[in-house]
T-cell receptor
Framework: AQTVTQSQPEMSVQEAETVTLSCTYD???????LFWYKQPPSRQMILVIR??????QNATENRFSVNFQKAAKSFSLKISDSQLGDTAMYFC????????????????FGQGTRLTINP | DTEVTQTPKHLVMGMTNKKSLKCEQH?????MYWYKQKAKKPPELMFV???????INESVPSRFSPECPNSSLLNLHLHALQPEDSALYLC?????????????FGEGSRLTVL
């Protein structure tokens, strides 16, 4: 079974600093997707960044980048120049396809890291 | 339109009540999901609908009854709930058979069972 582990329940940094959130996962699959989702206090979960396992290049989205180490099954998120609006719960997630016929998928989430950006 | 809309945002119900949660999306997604999220915990998958058919039921008690009337709507009917069912219920949708793997979430319905 796939599992996702986030070892940092809470983190706190000053505005403009760089912060890295850790995530490890376990799977026997070779092709899969990994995600970081952000859930601000207003509750709506939004996608921050996505990594396809067959791509060796690390994904980047503006101030957000990942360090994807497939062999080590590690998928950390780096936030550069952190902003107050980055304060949120961050979930690392593994996507498991539920079969071509079914045409759907299942996200397996880690326990989350509560990130606070202080002014 | 990249929104998933959930109503109501807040719901308080007694253990003998019958209520429904509603979810709507107009992105043409053919996979829709219900997740349950307790405070400070990750979302837990409850149901998956693919092409309006129930694909996955993650051993959810029968007091939760999902319904997908059409490709844009997803309902969750609630009956005889327990206080431990109080949680944030999230609806999500995705492109079926797509490579992006992205789920789009609604803001959730905060349910309190008295």
């Amino acid at each position: 079974a796939q599992t996702v582990t986030q070892s940092q329940p809470e983190m706190s940094v000053q505005e403009a600093e760089t912060v890295t959130l850790s995530c490890t996962y376990d799977t026997s699959e070779n092709n899969y997707y990994l995600f970081w989702y952000k859930q601000p206090p207003s509750r709506q979960m939004i996608l921050v960044i996505r990594q396809e396992a067959y791509k060796q290049q690390n994904a980047t989205e503006n101030r957000f980048s990942v360090n994807f180490q497939k062999a080590a099954k590690s998928f950390s998120l780096k936030i550069s120049d952190s902003q107050l609006g980055d304060t949120a719960m961050y979930f690392c997630a593994f996507m498991k396809r539920l079969g071509v016929i079914q045409g759907a998928q299942k996200l397996v989430f880690g326990q989350g890291t509560r990130l606070t950006i202080n002014p | 339109d990249t929104e998933v809309t959930q109503t109501p945002k807040h719901l308080v119900m007694g253990m003998t009540n019958k209520k429904s949660l509603k979810c709507e999306q107009h992105m043409g997604h053919r996979a829709m999901y219900w997740y349950k999220q307790k405070a400070k915990k990750p979302p837990e998958l409850m149901f998956v609908y693919s092409y309006e058919k129930l694909s996955i039921n993650e051993s959810v008690p029968s007091r939760f009854s999902p319904e997908c009337p059409n490709s844009s709507l997803l309902n969750l009917h609630l009956h005889a709930l327990q206080p431990e069912d109080s949680a944030l219920y999230l609806c999500a949708s995705s492109q079926a058979l797509a490579d992006t793997g992205e789920l789009f979430f609604g803001e959730g319905s905060r349910l309190t069972v008295l």
